[in-house]
């Protein structure tokens, strides 16, 4: 009996879909049951070089002066088509990372309509920056800025928050009249290939948005970030792979925006209401099963409730529900691959080797049949560490974290301080004054007080130390993504 043709994750370029190569082809893999959903076809570098040329063409034969307006009435419509092709886009954001669909409905798929919407809003909105310059004798100057596209921008995202990410920053691309070859992570290629089907339904000219699919080294994301013609990267990834890139565009000189590592600490005062503290620090460990970003792996709790919120937390990791990503009552998916499961499954032997106690989880789950290929993992807790151990130094990028107690603010700040990362915090305590004060000593991008991931997408969104360079969100996504020309006038 012959087998189905397979699915084709398509490259789109010039505003079409390339007919695949299948000797140059790779497999998606859902993670939940390790089984192949798709093949997708790896750009070479000449794909990549017409995309990134198709896209200078695009920008030279008028998208770069398209008036604001147009390109904000764009990105509302893609918005619009994003929401009546809702369920496309759960579906294959689902299938990719075996993500629970309830959080791909409500975070997801929902944010980059929300990405859309706002960035149409902040550009609609934006002003340009002047000034009256008074001179010697009466005399006056003006000075205004022009703002002007970047131009070509590679943009290049990782595979956990797969369409949220992308479209966080192709939404500003756009909405400033900048022209994008993206490249989505090998792991997920499904949502950035169904947006390009969007952005031509909406009437985006063809040669603006292009998706180049593929691996790092050697592959598509080297290609394009190798590009002579590029005039800016976004980046979203790992710390290691921040450095090549820069490393790779220092000789052009080309702008970078980098969002990178953390390993992110929460301080819990004992002050706090425990259930609501502990209802948050769940969801800052746990979401995605712990592959945000922004989630907490380092937990400093005041020694007076060290124990209730330790025990307080297992109780809470042992609640969640694993299992199919179709359930609606699932809240915890698997790890996005099998090597990434042997990375975060290397942190547990080390974390034995230290001297941990394990209080949650700390092994691989069996779900049964139809599950058990999937790179499953149990939400894990781990005491009896300290700072000085590779398991709270590094990032591990998994539903895991160290619980380690303090006894003063002083002393909780210190250790929080003590990273090469610096992205997020998130400081639980009832007194105002004590939040206000240790959330502003974070040596990070984004710290919260008696919450987690909670956004407002017109303010900076970045880190500091390996976490990253630069911040977008809002205006600072308006400065990423043009370029100024200053006019002065003598008056
Ligand atoms: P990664 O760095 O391995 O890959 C990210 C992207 O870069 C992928 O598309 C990959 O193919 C590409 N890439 C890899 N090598 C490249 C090269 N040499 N040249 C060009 N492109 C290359 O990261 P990942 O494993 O996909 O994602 C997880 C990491 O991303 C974690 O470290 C996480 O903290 C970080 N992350 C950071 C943020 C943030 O906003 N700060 C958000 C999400 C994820
Ligand atoms: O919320 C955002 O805009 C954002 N960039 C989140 C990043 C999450 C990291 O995994």
Redesign the pocket.
């Known amino acids: 009996m012959n087998s189905p043709p397979p699915l084709w994750i398509r490259n789109f370029v010039e505003g079409r879909f390339v007919e695949p190569d299948p000797d140059r082809s790779f497999p998606a893999v859902d993670p939940a049951t390790g089984s192949v959903i798709a093949r997708v076809h790896e750009a070479d570098r000449a794909l990549v070089d017409r995309a990134v040329t198709g896209a200078r063409r695009a920008l030279d034969t008028g998208w770069a002066q398209t008036p604001v307006r147009e390109r904000a009435a764009l990105l509302r419509r893609a918005a619009d088509r994003i929401q009546e092709r809702f369920e496309e886009f759960v579906a294959a954001e689902v299938a990719d990372t075996g993500k629970p669909v309830t959080q791909a409905r409500e975070l997801d798929v929902a944010?980059a309509l929300t990405?859309f919407r706002t960035f149409a809003d902040v550009v609609a909105a934006a002003g340009q920056e002047s000034f009256l310059t008074e001179l010697p004798g009466g005399r006056t100057a003006l000075n205004y800025a022009v703002r002007k596209p970047l131009g070509v921008v590679a943009v290049i995202v990782?595979w956990?928050?797969p369409l949220?990410?992308l479209t966080?920053k192709v939404a500003p691309a756009l909405a400033c009249g900048n022209a994008v070859v993206v490249k989505p992570s090998e792991e997920t290629p499904a949502t950035a290939t169904l947006l390009a089907e969007v952005l031509a339904e909406v009437g985006l000219p063809a040669g603006v948005y292009n998706v180049v699919h593929g691996f790092g080294p050697d592959s598509a994301g080297q290609y394009l970030v190798e590009h002579p013609s590029i005039d800016g990267v976004t980046f979203?990834g790992s710390s290691a792979t921040g450095a090549h890139v820069m490393k790779t565009v220092a000789p052009r000189v080309r702008p970078v925006s980098f969002?990178l590592g953390g390993k992110n600490a929460a301080l819990v005062f004992d002050d706090v209401d425990l259930d609501e503290a502990l209802d948050g620090l769940s969801r800052s460990v746990f979401t995605?099963t712990g592959?945000?970003?922004?989630?907490t792996e380092r937990v400093y709790i005041q020694r007076s409730i060290f124990d209730d919120i330790a025990a307080g937390l297992a109780e809470r990791a042992r609640a969640l529900r694993l299992g199919s990503p179709l359930d609606t009552e699932t809240t915890t998916g698997p790890l996005i691959s099998q090597a990434h499961r042997e990375k975060v499954l290397s942190y547990f032997e080390l974390a034995e080797q230290s001297g941990a106690s394990i209080i949650a989880g700390g092994r691989v789950p069996e779900l049964g049949p139809g599950l058990d290929d999937g790179s499953w993992i149990a939400p894990t807790l781990w005491t009896g560490l300290t700072n000085a151990d590779r398991v709270v130094r590094e990032e591990i990028f998994g539903p895991v974290a160290a619980l380690i107690p303090f006894d003063t603010e002083a002393e909780a700040i210190a250790l929080a301080n003590d990273t090469d990362y610096g992205l997020a915090a998130a400081v639980w305590t009832n007194d105002l004054r004590r939040g206000h004060r240790v959330a502003q000593s974070m040596r990070v991008g984004m710290a919260w007080v008696n919450t987690w991931?909670l956004?407002d997408?017109r303010s900076p969104?970045g880190g500091v130390g390996l976490s990253g360079i630069g911040r977008?969100?809002g205006e600072s996504s308006l400065h990423f993504y043009t370029e100024p020309t200053n006019v002065c006038v003598q008056l």
């Open positions: 944010r990405n990782p956990n928050l949220l990410l966080w979203t969002e995605n592959q945000v970003c922004l989630c991931f956004r997408l969104f977008e969100g």
